[in-house]
């Protein structure tokens, strides 16, 4: 079975600071996509990123880093400089490679970030 | 707007009553999504609509929960005889092949409230 598991519930941090939320992930499929998607206080999902399973490369956009580890089953976000605006409930997803289904996301339980100025 | 449009935002209801929840997708978006929130949990998958056809509807908890599409475009999740575990923010997503796979566009959701 497909499982997410977010050990962070909820992280504080003064701003400026670099903060990384976990991401450990199951699945017996080879071929996997995994994501990180942001929810402010709106309530509106919002997509940050997609890795594909095969693709271990890990990620910089911004203040934003991700850390793609097949071998620990891993897929950690951190955020450098934390500002305000960061704060957020983030989930990590995970969903299968083959056609329709790739919608069909497996989240966590999400991380509620709160960052202080 | 140009994003994907849940209505209504709240919704209270009485035990055993029905409701229906309505989405509008981002024009052109040929993939509709319906998930459930529940309270400090991540979105759980309902159902997933390609066009009008429900290609995916294995997250629907039970009978009384049932969607359409019509014409490809706005889609009504139904709900029968509500019980109060049915009170959640219910989520519609939207997607193209042009975005890549998984990459949903959100609605703010209907937080439905079942007394």
């Known amino acids: 079975a497909q499982k997410v598991t977010q050990a962070q519930t909820e992280i504080s941090v003064v701003e400026k600071e670099d903060v990384t939320l976990d991401c450990v992930y199951e699945?017996?499929?080879?071929?996997?996509?995994l994501f990180w998607y942001k929810q402010p206080p709106s309530g509106e999902l919002v997509f940050l990123i997609r890795?594909?399973?095969?693709?271990?490369q890990n990620e910089i956009s911004g203040r934003y880093s991700w850390n793609f580890q097949k071998s620990t089953s891993s897929f950690n976000f951190t955020i450098t400089a934390s500002q305000v605006v960061d704060s957020a409930v983030y989930f990590c997803?995970?969903?299968?490679?083959?056609?329709?289904?790739?919608?069909?996301?497996?989240f966590g339980k999400g991380t509620k970030l709160s960052v202080k100025p | 707007g140009a994003g994907v449009s849940q209505t209504p935002s709240n919704k209270v209801t009485e035990k055993g009553k029905y409701v229906e929840l309505r989405c509008d997708p981002i024009?052109?978006?040929?993939?509709l999504y319906w998930y459930r929130q529940s309270l400090g949990q991540g979105p759980e998958f309902l159902i997933y609509f390609q066009g009008t056809g429900a290609a995916d509807d294995s997250g629907l908890p039970n009978d009384r929960f049932f969607a359409v599409r019509p014409e490809g475009s706005v889609s009504t999740l139904k709900i029968q005889r509500t019980e109060r575990g049915d009170s959640a923010v219910y989520l519609c997503?939207?997607?193209?092949?042009?975005?890549?796979?998984?990459?949903?566009?959100f609605g703010e959701g209907s937080r439905l409230t079942v007394l």
């Open positions: 997503a939207s997607s193209s092949w042009t975005g890549g796979p998984g990459e949903l566009f």
């Open positions: 890795r594909n399973s095969f693709d271990e």
């Open positions: 699945t017996r499929d080879t071929t996997y996509y």
């Open positions: 024009s052109g978006h040929t993939a």
């Open positions: 997803a995970l969903s299968e490679a083959s056609g329709g289904s790739q919608g069909n996301l497996i």
